[in-house]
């Protein structure tokens, strides 16, 4: 089953991430066994939530607390592990009060690549046997 999975490149950071059942499994190797990566998992989500709404007022307010929580104070502290043009992105949208559901999209995609490489890494070597079975059956079920 794994040789079929691999052959078939279904063994990504990508295909388990984007399933519902293989984010949850790499979530909670996160919050449990990964300390460094619990906060990009929870901005992560909450980037997420905030796609999810319909309402601009809503996303205003949202948004504000999202980057105030985890954009400013990481800035303040001079630990904000992400690049400065996601930064400029999202200061020069919101200062415009442009909250498009898309707006921390540069933060989704270097979330994931901060995630993709030895956390990922570790979650396979850890969840190996469950992990090559999720995109199978999410497919035939």
Known sequence: MQKYLQERNEITFDKIFNQKIGFLLFKDFCLN????????????EEIKEYEKLENEEDRLCRSRQIY????????????????????????????????????????????????????FQKFMERYETSCMYIPFFERHT
């Open 33 to 44: 066994e990964i300390n460094e990566a619990v906060p990009q998992v929870k901005f992560y």
């Open 68 to 119: 105030d929580t985890y954009i400013m104070k990481e800035l303040l502290s001079c630990s904000h592990p992400f690049s400065k043009q996601a930064v400029e992105h999202v200061q020069s949208h919101l200062s415009k009060k442009q909250v498009t559901s898309t707006l921390f999209q540069p933060y989704i995609e270097e979330i994931c690549e901060s995630l993709r490489g030895n956390i």
